[in-house]
């Protein structure tokens, strides 16, 4: 793990975050953000509610406009590197009693490859079975949207996410409601996705588990409190500054991640 | 009765052709929970209208439809732009926008435009029966009544629109947030719709007056999402009610001698009841057959998971017996005969002299229930 670490380090950072401050109606949610994500880790973005982390996926993803600063992806504006980006909004933005099926919403992760007016055929079909098929939805691909639990549809997310074939994937809480197993198969396709070189950003949750999933993580409050390799930074101080006093239940995994990766391993 | 003169065709031709337009529009509306908005837009074009009518001086220059559309557009604009500042919600921002706007249509009319055709209930209403009369004709030979043209126009426009723009379409409403990050703008898909919306409500106001507007681009589409949990066949549904709607409701006109517009709107209502009561899904009817057979399917399982648990026990003997139902499952006799009664006819269990014994079946069902 970490000569890889190293690698990315040297080479130019997946995502360049510069002096970023995003307000909504005056308050600033985020406040003079720098962060550099190398190429090809597995990224956490962790934060008590309301810290910005959702707001600062969007904002990498220009769906909110900044106050000031930029972001690069890849080198590029956002614009410029849509292609190569692959998003996983968080599961309650959409409406689930859309009327449509799974392939359909999978289908959907192909639509910007296609641009404008271009109608999704046999490729797109075959690639987005293949998608639900990794994330073992294979058998749902005709079922209807509605009918899914929790789970499922993060997985159906996850799959249409697949299918746009990026380089860089910015994923909103990927594990919010789902079950053990299913965390467990979504950790894995992640860490595939990083073996084959791609920056994987998610916003997460559960701070027990960071260790255990992530190799660099970026603690963020309003500011950034810290970021860098999980076994430099993911600490009880950096966690106190970014949570407040609440985090004492903490304190064991957070101390000593190596070990609580070692115990992973194992098993 | 079926002996139609022109004149009928006609008034039914372009009662379909509105309703077709609207439904189809009208399904984009409410899958966006902005249903009210046409009612909104419909209602604010008037002073689009009254104020194009001052500079153009003519009742069925298209400048009218534009001028009525933009003010639609204008409408959405200023509702959205009300919701953004947060200080009020969505349906408030709309109560507040229409009937700002709609008033000073009425002003404006009863201030400068007494005496001409633009009166109220023509608004409210329309006349659809008159509609052979206005008639469109192009170097001398006639295309037909001014209504039937202009809207087979919009409703060209509309399918085209939807046609090209279904993918573009369907994501931005669906999740407008993957839409915008994969750079399909979704506010020019939105004001797009928009637009089309206004032009169709402005078209077909001339027709069949503001209420029946509403009524027919929320109506239909409400319905077809009853039937169906596809958006194509929604919009096809869709349509194809707008059609029943629009035929029926004329013919339901002629018998009450009543209004054509609200006879249409009835037709709604009643379509939406049947369908509400008899969708094949969601209807009430089947729903509670559905939960009818599910009580007794699930009744039949507990009777299988309660004798698979006491299978090959000392206390089998005692528990798979008819009368000891009752205590243990909380059944009450009748209901326990009945279950029985089920669960024998699905081969679930067999009875030998009051005692129950599970079939291969009934194991098999059981085992997967327990496991599930
Ligand atoms: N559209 C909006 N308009 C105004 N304020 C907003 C908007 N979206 C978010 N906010 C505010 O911005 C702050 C940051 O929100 P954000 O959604 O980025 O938090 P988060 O870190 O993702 O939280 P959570 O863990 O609950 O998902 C919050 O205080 C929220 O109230
Ligand atoms: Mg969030």
């Excluded at chain 2, 919701?83 to 969505?90: F, K």
């Excluded at chain 2, 709604?268 to 509670?288: C, D, E, K, N, T």
Aim: with cysteine.
């Amino acid at each position: 793990m970490t000569t890889m670490t190293s690698a990315a380090l040297e080479s130019q950072p997946a995502i360049a975050v510069r002096d970023l401050t995003v307000a909504y109606n005056d308050r600033p949610v985020i406040w003079d953000l720098d962060l550099d994500v190398p190429a090809g880790v597995l990224m956490a973005i962790v934060g008590p509610n309301g810290a910005g982390k959702t707001t600062l996926i969007k904002a990498m993803l220009d769906l909110v406009r900044p106050a000031a600063g930029q972001v690069e992806i890849l080198g590029q504006p956002y614009r410029k590197s849509r292609d190569r980006v692959g998003y996983v909004p968080q599961r309650g933005s959409v409406d689930w009693d859309f009327p449509t099926n799974v392939l359909d919403v999978v289908q959907m992760g192909r639509y910007g490859a296609l641009g404008w007016i271009r109608r999704p055929g046999n490729r797109e079909r075959e690639l987005a079975l293949e998608a639900l098929d990794k994330v073992s939805m294979g058998e749902f691909a005709d079922r209807q949207i509605s009918q899914l639990s929790g789970g499922q549809q993060q997985r159906v997310f996850l799959a249409r996410a697949l299918v746009q074939n990026a380089d860089v994937y910015l994923m909103d809480e990927p594990f919010q409601g789902v079950d053990a197993t299913t965390e467990r198969a979504i950790i894995t396709l992640l860490k595939e996705l990083r073996s084959e070189g791609k920056t994987v950003v998610c916003v997460h949750h559960d701070l027990q588990t960071v260790p255990d999933y992530f190799d660099w993580v970026a603690l963020l409050n309003i500011r950034k409190i810290a970021s860098g390799p999980v076994s430099e930074v993911y600490n009880e101080t950096n966690l106190r500054l970014t949570y407040g006093g609440r985090v004492a239940f903490l304190s064991r995994d957070a101390a000593a991640p190596a070990t609580a990766q070692a115990a992973v391993e194992e098993d | 009765m079926f002996d139609l003169s022109t004149a009928q065709m006609e008034i039914q031709l372009v009662a379909i052709v509105v309703a077709v337009a609207c439904a189809l529009v009208g399904v984009f509306l409410v899958l966006r929970q902005m249903a009210m908005m046409s009612d909104a837009i419909t209602h604010s074009i008037l002073p689009g209208i009254v104020v194009a009518f001052f500079i153009v001086q003519d009742l069925s220059s298209p400048f009218l439809i534009i001028g009525a559309a933009a003010t639609g557009v204008l409408t959405v604009s200023l509702v959205e732009l009300l919701e953004r500042t947060r200080l009020v919600r969505e349906d408030a921002a709309i109560g507040i926008v229409f009937p700002a706007l709609f008033s000073i249509g009425v002003i404006l009319i009863a201030r400068f435009a007494r005496g001409i055709h633009l009166d109220l209930d023509v608004v409210l209403l329309g006349e659809i029966a008159f509609v052979p009369f206005n008639r469109t004709e192009i170097f001398g030979i006639d295309l037909g009544p001014t209504a039937l043209v202009m809207m087979s126009v919009i409703l060209l426009i509309n399918l085209i629109f939807i046609l090209l723009f279904y993918k573009e379409l369907k994501l931005a409403t669906f999740d407008t947030g993957l839409a915008a990050a994969l750079g399909f703008s979704p506010a020019l898909i939105h004001y797009g719709l928009m637009s089309l919306v206004s032009v169709t409500a402005v078209g077909a106001f001339d027709a069949v007056g503001a209420i029946l507007v509403v009524a027919l681009i929320v109506g239909p589409p409400a319905i077809a999402y009853l039937l169906t949990d596809q958006l194509r066949l929604m919009l096809v549904y869709s349509a194809g009610i707008g059609v029943v709607v629009a035929v029926l409701g004329y013919w339901m006109a002629r018998m009450l001698d009543a209004s054509i517009a609200g006879s249409m709107a009835s037709m709604v209502g009643i379509i939406f009841v049947v369908a509400y009561l008899l969708a094949p899904q969601r209807g009430l009817v089947a729903s509670y057959l559905r939960r009818r057979r599910q009580r007794w399917e699930f009744a039949g399982i507990m009777l299988a998971i309660h004798l698979f648990n006491h299978e090959g026990l000392p206390s089998a003997e005692q528990e798979n017996r008819v009368e000891h139902l009752q205590d243990h499952l909380n059944w009450n006799p009748d209901f326990a005969d009945r279950a029985v009664r089920w669960a024998e006819r699905n081969r679930i269990i067999v009875r030998r002299n009051s005692h129950l014994f599970l079939t291969e079946e009934g194991r098999e069902q059981a085992r997967e229930a327990i496991v599930r």
